[in-house]
């Protein structure tokens, strides 16, 4: 199975910047996708970055322009670099992963780290 750890959470001001990272450990023959997803208070989980099987990737239109994902193959680590922080981008972010393991390809998830941003 897979095991995916986020860290790099935490407060910023508006404005201010964060990196989040998630880290990919375990048994599996090979990491496919590795994005991001968020969830706010009273919300539903929603994609914040995820690359797409054409080998592009996605972002939310709310994110576009400020957040940057990447992807360090070596490590099956993947980053989310956040910039120009907004109080509405507040949420527990989600590291999301599709691995080829022994049942054949299935989704992981971290545990959600928080990324709070003040006015």
């Known amino acids: 199975q897979v095991q995916l750890v986020e860290s790099g959470g935490g407060l910023v001001m508006a404005g201010g910047s964060l990196r989040l990272s998630c880290a990919a450990s375990?048994?599996?023959?090979?990491?496919?996708?590795m994005g991001w997803y968020r969830q706010a208070p009273g919300k539903q989980r929603e994609l914040v970055a995820h690359?797409?099987?054409?080998?592009?990737?996605i972002y939310a239109d709310s994110v576009k322009g400020r957040f940057t994902v990447s992807r360090d193959n070596a490590k099956n680590t993947v980053y989310l670099q956040m910039n120009s922080l907004k109080p509405e981008d507040t949420a527990v972010y989600y590291c999301?992963?599709?691995?080829?393991?022994?049942?054949?390809?299935?989704?992981?998830w971290g545990q959600g780290t928080q990324v709070t941003v003040s006015s």
């Open positions: 999301r992963a599709t691995a080829v393991v022994l049942g054949g390809m299935q989704e992981f």
């Open positions: 375990g048994s599996f023959f090979s990491i496919n996708a």
């Open positions: 690359p797409t099987s054409g080998g592009s990737t």
